[in-house]
Structure formats: structure tokens, C-alpha cells
């Protein structure tokens, strides 16, 4: 039976940073791992390429992360972004940074990355133990008896726990880390998908499955409550909608939506443009086009994808000429326009989420250790902690700087 100074359980960003920063220390790790390499979820961060940070400041960072913000700080301050950028620069993968403050490897390539966690694993001969999943752990006489699938059991005087969420499901993330915690006595709050889309009651969503609209604004409505985005992209689904401003308001649009059926998506389609100034534009548009239809004049404004859909709930005749467009007609255009509605009634999943919201709770970690208040030497570090943000690279580098806090509290 195999005795470690330390177990770290999953091998994703946390866990991999935990175990390189324990054995910079000279301990004995050994790095649990379910899959058959370490880093499956960072390979399908970023599109593939891995938003790894953001060079935003820290408290920037600590606002992202809401009412869990504070929590972080000292993990942050321990080891944030141009830490994390030297690292990777020390073995030679150099790091970009593209708009809004996301911070990509200079291959685009999410492999890179991974590859470089490999080499630091190497280095201080850290034990991977790939193809093993972690069923259940005991304290017993001070040390931590890990019992795995295989029926193999494994001895360390320390444990990480860096099983990641529920998100993603294919790399490995199925909550089994929740259920350990439980067992050894923590509290998980609500587990609920982050950075997910979001199903409509729409069926005319399916006719525009793939098209993206650009620049446009939206408002989640229910009762008295809203939500209001920043402006950016939205891209519909065959489903409803996604696209990184559904995504990063996701997790607010749910809770909106707990207790209720459904809640209203305003989307503001032109909001640079006042409803006065767009009258202004359509009268041009119709005096000089008299003898176009109403399709071909719309395709000035919208995607021409779009155009059917819209004149459709605006019920204007698609073929009908410019100068016969009335100027009811034209006003149900402008109000469109600034207020094209859907209703929004789930979301896929939390298994198709890319974030996992809730977790192991806060107020049971000390958060100037990693370290279970409840369990001593039991440490937690990544997405099995309740804190996660919107996109942008802020969960990685929290998965790092938790993971980095928690190996160098481990081994000391």
C-alpha cells in the first residue's frame, strides 16, 4: 500500500497546479486522475485555443467573483495572472493578451498549455496515476485512506480536492468529488450550470439555429426585476440562445427564472441608435429605394438571415413595396427593432454547462489556506469550490491561484 506526503484527486488546471507547487516543496504526490492524461477540460477551453487569465486588476477580479470575490483574495494575491503568465514564459510558452483582457497561449493552441503542466509534473517526479477514480476517503489515525475503482487503496497525510464540478461532463467532471466532501462532512451549496445556454419558447428559433447578431443589447424581465446586459454578441441555437452575453448573464437569468414558467428577453437589436434617429434612417431608406421590397430594404439593417422572421412577427408582408410601407408599419419596425422579445424557459443541462455554480461551501474552507475548517489536512482548490465568475479566463486562473494556494499550504 502506497503511502504519499500528499493525494491530489483530479488532474484538471487546480489539481495539476496543486500537485507542481507541492512537489516544487520535495514531497511525495501522487496526482488521481479518472481520465487517461491530465487537462481534458482546459483542451476545450477558449474554443481550443484556452483563455487561460485576464490581465484585469485584482479587484476586478474580486467583483467578478461577487459575493464569493472576497473569499479569493488571498489565493489571487498568492499567485495571479502575470504569475501564472511567467510560469508558462519559464518554459517558453509566451502568452498574448486580446480583447477585453483575455490572455491566450501565442500558439492557440490549449495543448500548449497542457504540455507545459506535464513537463513541471515531470520535473519533480510527481506519481500521475491515470485511469483511477477516487470512490470514497477515511480519516483514520491521522492519516487519509483513499479508496479507488480499481480496488486499490492509497495512504497520504494530506489530501487535495480537485475533482472539478458537473460542467462538462465527457472530461470526467460528474460530481463525484461533491459526494466525498459530503461524506466527510461538508455543506454544498446549490449546484446550478454556469455559462450555459439558454432554451426559448420560440419555435422560430430552429429557422435561425447558427446565425450570430452583433452589437446588440438585451434585458431579462420578470415582474419588476431586470437584468441588463453590456453590448456584444448573441448567437441563436436550435434550442434558443447562447453567445457570450447569454453566456456570462446565464446563471442570473436562472435564478430570475426560479418559482416562474418563463421570464422575457428584450433584445435591443440597434442600441446606438435612439428610436428617433432610426425613424429618421427608415424614411431615407424607403424615399430612396421606393420600388424595393421591404425584404431587400432590411437588408441595410439586419442579416439577411433575420429579415424573414422579423417581418414576420412585425406582420409586414415581405413583398410589399417601400412606398406602400405605412408609417404604422414603419413604427411597428423601430419598436421591433428596440424591443424584439423572446421568452426564455431553461437552459441545457448543467452537464453541458461550461461552469458548475455552487459547491463546496466557502464558509467551511479557510480561504488564507485552501483548508477544510471541518477535515484537517483535507484541502479543496478549482471548480469544486463554490466561486465561479463569467468568461473572460477568470475561473482558470481561479482554478490556479486555489490550486497554487492550496499545494504550497499542503506541503508546508
Not at 82 to 98: A, P, S
Not at 238 to 267: C, Q, T, W, Y
Not at 340 to 353: D, M, N, Q, T, Y
Not at 365 to 384: A, D, H, K, Q
Request: with cysteine; aromatic share 8%.
Amino acid at each position: 500500500m502506497a503511502l504519499y506526503d500528499i493525494a491530489v484527486v483530479g488532474a484538471g488546471p487546480a489539481g495539476a497546479m496543486s500537485a507542481i507547487r507541492a512537489g516544487r516543496h520535495n514531497k511525495a504526490v501522487a496526482l488521481i486522475e479518472r481520465n487517461n492524461a491530465i487537462g481534458k477540460k482546459i483542451l476545450l477551453s477558449g474554443r481550443g485555443r484556452c483563455n487561460v487569465t485576464n490581465i484585469a486588476p485584482l479587484s476586478d477580479f474580486i467583483v467578478r467573483f461577487g459575493r464569493q470575490g472576497e473569499f479569493l483574495r488571498t489565493a489571487f494575491s498568492k499567485f495571479f495572472n502575470q504569475e501564472l503568465i511567467d510560469f508558462f514564459k519559464v518554459k517558453g510558452l509566451e502568452l498574448k493578451i486580446e480583447r477585453q483582457g483575455r490572455v491566450f497561449p501565442v500558439t492557440d493552441k490549449a495543448i500548449s498549455i497542457v504540455e507545459v503542466l506535464k513537463i513541471y509534473l515531470q520535473e519533480n517526479k510527481t506519481a500521475c496515476l491515470y485511469n483511477k477514480q477516487v470512490i470514497e476517503i477515511k480519516k483514520d489515525n491521522g492519516l487519509f485512506r483513499l479508496f479507488l475503482d480499481t480496488k486499490e487503496e492509497i495512504v497520504a497525510r494530506k489530501v487535495i480536492l480537485a475533482s472539478g464540478g458537473m460542467s462538462f461532463r465527457a472530461t470526467g467532471s460528474t460530481g463525484d468529488g461533491f459526494v466525498i466532501a459530503k461524506k466527510l462532512g461538508h455543506s454544498i451549496a446549490a449546484l446550478m450550470p454556469g455559462l450555459v445556454p439558454l432554451r426559448a419558447k420560440e419555435s422560430w428559433v430552429k429557422e435561425l439555429q447558427g446565425l450570430t447578431l452583433k452589437n446588440i443589447r438585451f434585458t431579462l424581465r420578470a415582474d419588476k426585476k431586470k437584468i441588463v446586459s453590456n453590448t456584444g454578441e448573441l448567437l441563436f441555437t436550435h434550442f434558443g440562445v447562447s453567445g457570450p452575453l447569454v453566456l456570462d448573464l446565464s446563471s442570473e437569468a436562472l435564478d430570475l427564472l426560479k418559482g416562474r414558467k418563463e421570464i422575457r428577453m428584450n433584445i435591443d437589436l440597434k442600441p446606438g441608435l435612439s428610436p428617433e434617429q432610426l425613424e429618421n434612417r427608415l424614411v431615407r431608406e424607403f424615399r430612396l429605394a421606393g420600388n424595393k421590397n421591404a425584404r431587400n430594404i432590411m437588408k441595410e439593417i439586419l442579416p439577411l438571415r433575420f429579415i424573414k422572421v422579423f417581418l414576420n412577427l412585425a406582420a409586414i408582408d415581405s413583398s410589399k413595396q417601400a412606398n406602400q410601407i405605412t408609417q404604422a408599419e414603419r413604427r411597428k419596425i423601430i419598436d421591433l427593432l428596440k424591443l424584439f422579445s423572446l421568452h426564455i424557459v431553461g437552459s441545457l443541462p448543467i452537464e453541458e454547462a461550461m461552469v458548475t455554480c455552487g459547491g463546496v461551501s466557502i464558509k467551511e474552507i479557510n480561504p488564507r489556506t485552501m483548508e477544510s475548517r471541518i477535515v484537517p489536512g483535507l484541502y479543496f482548490c478549482g471548480e469544486i469550490i463554490d466561486a465561479s465568475a463569467p468568461s473572460g479566463g477568470y475561473n482558470l486562473q481561479q482554478a490556479f491561484s486555489t490550486g497554487y494556494l492550496a499545494g504550497e499550504s499542503a506541503a508546508e
